[in-house]
Nanobody, 121 residues
């Protein structure tokens, strides 16, 4: 099986920073895109940032210039560096990855369990 395990969430003050990590493990042949999504209470899950296998990145307008997504292919890990945090960034952050488990499999979408990020003074 494949698992995505997130870490690094917590409480930050407005203007502060946090770094999220998400490590993929298990039977992995290759990973295509990886990304971060978030869901605030009473709202739908929304895209935060994605990074493709060739390193191309995409960001939600609300986080451009403040968040940076990166990945370590050797560790099957994606990171989200969050700076200049705002109270509206408060949400559960989910890691997502498109993973192919064997050479004959299709890429399937996998999700982490989520990590809480709270921005408050």
């Amino acid at each position: 099986q494949v698992q995505l395990v997130e870490s690094g969430g917590g409480l930050a003050q407005p203007g502060g920073s946090l770094r999220l990590s998400c490590a993929a493990s298990g039977r992995i042949f290759s990973i295509n895109a990886m990304g971060w999504y978030r869901q605030a209470p009473g709202k739908q899950r929304e895209l935060v940032a994605t990074v493709t296998s060739d390193g191309s990145t995409n960001y939600a307008d609300s986080v451009k210039g403040r968040f940076t997504i990166s990945k370590d292919n050797a560790k099957n890990t994606v990171y989200l560096q969050m700076t200049a945090l705002k109270p509206e960034d408060t949400a559960v952050y989910y890691c997502n990855a498109f993973i192919r488990r064997t050479i004959i499999d299709r890429f399937l979408s996998y999700w982490g369990q989520g990590t809480q990020v709270t921005v408050s003074s």
